[in-house]
């Protein structure tokens, strides 16, 4: 069974950095995308970014290009999202998700970690 753990949540003032964890275990992740995706109160799930297991291909969102970066560890079984120079419209609660290279929805969810940046 896929399990997904996010960690690295807080609250941090505008223009500071956070690093977000999502742990993997329960099977071999190589045909797997991996995604980190957010909610802020009263909106829509929206993506972030995401790394594809198999070369490290990665994807952003225009929101965060230049400021977020995805990454793997392939020995840890892990991905991380290094968020930089954060804003207030970054608070949200975020979600590590996984899904097959080939389909286009994901399946695997984690708990969600909260992000709270004040100015």
């Known amino acids: 069974q896929v399990q997904l753990v996010e960690s690295g949540g807080g609250s941090v003032q505008a223009g500071g950095s956070l690093r977000l964890s999502c742990g993997l275990s329960g099977r071999t992740f190589s045909t797997y995308v991996m995604g980190w995706f957010r909610q802020a109160p009263g909106k829509e799930r929206e993506y972030v970014a995401a790394?594809?297991?198999?070369?490290?291909?990665?994807d952003y969102a225009d929101s965060v290009k230049g400021r977020f970066t995805i990454s793997k560890d392939n020995a840890k079984n892990t991905v991380y999202l290094q968020m930089n120079s954060l804003k207030p419209e970054d608070t949200a609660v975020y979600y590590c998700?996984?899904?097959?290279?080939?389909?286009?929805?994901?399946?695997?969810w984690g708990q969600g970690t909260q992000v709270t940046v004040s100015l």
């Open positions: 998700a996984a899904r097959l290279l080939i389909t286009n929805e994901y399946h695997h």
């Open positions: 790394i594809r297991w198999i070369d490290g291909n990665t």
